[in-house]
Structure formats: C-alpha cells, structure tokens
C-alpha cells in the first residue's frame, strides 16, 4: 500500500486556476502509475485523468482536455494536477489514486486512495 496526501483545492471564480499536489510515501512512488478522480454531490466518482509510471503517457476524459495537464516529480514522490479555465462543473472533490499497474484508466484498478480536496469554481 502507499499513503497518498492531496493539497491545493480551494474556491477559485470560472476561468480561473488551481494546482494540486498529492504526495506519496510507503511502497516505491516510482512504479506506480497516478491517477486524478473526482466525485461531485450526487454523483460517482469519476476519472479525470492519469500518467504513467514514466511521465511518458497521459490520458484525460474529454471534458478537461486542453484545460488540465498531470505531471509527476519522482524524486520527490509528487503527482500534480494543473487546471485551467475551470468552468463551475469542475466542482467536486478531488482524489488521487496509485494503481500497481503501469497505467490505467480504469478506476477498478486503482487501489490506494487519498483522502481527497475539495475544489469550488463559482460562476
């Protein structure tokens, strides 16, 4: 297992930015591949986007593409999430996730979890 930590969610107004981090420690950061989740009110958590173990590979679901950019820094066990023009359904809690798996889209495959931060975009 490995414990994951998230920090950098916040009330930001539409169009605005926020980076988040999540930091990670107790099994070797650098073979896992990362993934970013969120969870709106009501709704199932859902992928937003993830990065290889390498740094090498990138996917993200369609409605953040061109706007939100995963990056991670190994030497320091980090994973980011860099969003941009958010619009206020970005509106959620934000999870980072660790899968034994190279990479993965795949929300089943991911088996530690963060406790999550919140992110608020107002209108």
């Known amino acids: 297992q490995v414990q994951l930590v998230e920090s950098g969610g916040g009330l930001v107004q539409a169009g605005g930015s926020l980076k988040l981090s999540c930091t990670a420690s107790g099994r070797a950061f650098n073979i896992l591949g990362m993934g970013w989740f969120r969870q709106a009110p009501g709704k199932e958590r859902e992928f937003v986007g993830s990065i290889s173990w390498s740094g090498h590979r990138t996917s993200y679901t369609d409605p953040v593409k061109g706007r939100f950019t995963i990056s991670r820094d190994s030497t320091k066990n980090m994973v980011f999430l860099q969003m941009s023009s958010l619009k206020p359904e970005d509106t959620a809690v934000y999870y980072c996730?660790?899968?034994?798996?190279?990479?993965?889209?795949?929300?089943?495959?991911?088996?530690?979890w963060g406790q999550g931060t919140q992110v608020t975009v107002s209108s």
């Open positions: 996730a660790a899968t034994s798996k190279v990479f993965s889209v795949t929300i089943g495959e991911y088996d530690s």
